[in-house]
């Protein structure tokens, strides 16, 4: 069952640099590119949720310190689940208007 860990820290990972490149360049994945409205904001999410798998994988491998069941519960679906509602904004949020940009309509 280690390989499923493995897996899943491979995943943490790529989550987590997929998150730091969109923090800093604003590039996404091209599936998501139509649907995104706020790069940052899935960033963000992607850190997260990254965070929450690597974190629960590092304790299965006892890499991290034990700590209690409810610690990895609640920290790790916490994690998640505010990375999932960064999700949901970064989608339905609508476009932000920059007040710089001249109207094109020129009223």
Avoid: Y
């Avoid at 897996?7 to 969109?22: E, K, N, P």
């Avoid at 890499?63 to 610690?71: A, D, K, M, Q, T």
Wanted: proline share 6%; glycine share 12%; aromatic share 6%.
């Amino acid at each position: 069952m280690a390989w499923v860990a493995a897996t899943g820290m491979l995943i943490g990972l790529l989550a987590i640099a997929l998150g730091i490149s969109t923090l800093r360049t604003g590039w996404i994945l091209p599936p998501a590119r139509g649907h995104v409205t706020r790069p940052r904001l899935c960033g963000l999410d992607a850190l997260l949720t990254g965070a929450s798998v690597l974190l629960q994988c590092l304790v299965q491998f006892h890499i991290l310190p034990g700590v209690s069941w409810e610690v990895r519960f609640f920290g790790g679906n916490a994690l998640l689940l505010s990375g999932l509602l960064l999700t949901a904004l970064s989608h339905l949020l609508p476009l932000r208007r920059k007040s710089d940009h001249a109207d094109p309509s020129g009223i």
